[in-house]
């Protein structure tokens, strides 16, 4: 679980802005996955990527967010113009494609 | 739609004896099940799988039994810790690589 590093652990930001959310896979992984939590629900997936190209994004609201996961460094969760129904939990794991999927400590988004 | 249901959103067990956690699917489509464990302010942590070509997969404490004809598998831990108080997800996907869909978690706290 350690190995999948998110970054930040907490994110605070006013309606509006933007949100940036970072996730370096573990060592050797090229699958990358994001979930968001709702409080008191169950992860809902958003997003699957591989490195520079999106797989499935059948999770993801069709405007303001979007995701990458660029031939070099971490992927990226951004959200634009945040609303307060914004506010969740979001989690990354990556996974070698073919076995389990491992989880990040997760970036918890407050939209104040 | 809930593809992966746990009806019971929590369950008390005493310390030794043994828990026992269920989970429905209705997407005969699926052919991987996990479980993952999960502590307050962290990730999900990956506890123990099965595919569906077997009905019973055995780690340590950990038990998983599957059974398709009903679309339900359930996870037996014994005997029940103190340490094992934590929301559990079961998840189910459907080929490799693709995403993982998650039950709303079961709440188990194991009392001494």
């Known amino acids: 679980n350690a190995g999948v590093m998110q970054n930040p652990r907490h994110l605070v930001r006013r309606r509006g802005q933007e949100a940036r959310l970072r996730c370096s896979p573990m060592?050797?992984?090229?699958?990358v996955y994001w979930y968001r939590q709702l409080p008191e629900e169950g992860l809902k997936f958003m997003v699957y990527?591989?490195?520079?190209?999106?797989?499935?994004e059948s999770g993801m609201p069709k405007e303001r967010f979007s995701a990458e996961f660029p031939k070099e460094g971490p992927s990226i969760l951004r959200i634009q113009q945040v609303v307060r129904g914004d506010s969740a939990a979001y989690f990354c794991a990556s996974s070698l494609g073919t076995a389990e999927a491992f989880f990040g400590q997760g970036t918890r988004l407050t939209v104040v | 739609d809930q593809q992966v249901k746990q009806n019971s959103p929590s369950l008390s067990v005493q310390e030794g004896r043994i828990s026992i956690l269920n989970c429905d699917y209705t997407?005969?489509?699926?052919?991987?099940f996990l479980w993952y464990k999960k502590y307050p302010a962290e990730g999900p942590t990956f506890l123990i799988s099965?595919?569906?070509?077997?009905d019973k997969n055995e780690d340590g404490r950990f038990t998983v039994f599957l059974n398709k004809s009903a679309k339900h598998l359930s996870l037996h831990i014994v005997p029940s810790q103190p340490g094992d108080s934590a929301v559990y997800f079961c998840a189910a996907r459907t080929g490799t690589a693709s995403k993982l869909t998650f039950g709303t978690g079961t709440r188990l706290q194991v009392t001494l």
């Open positions: 997407n005969s489509m699926f052919d991987y």
């Open positions: 060592k050797g992984h090229s699958h």
């Open positions: 099965i595919s569906s070509i077997k």
């Open positions: 990527l591989q490195k520079e190209n999106i797989i499935d």
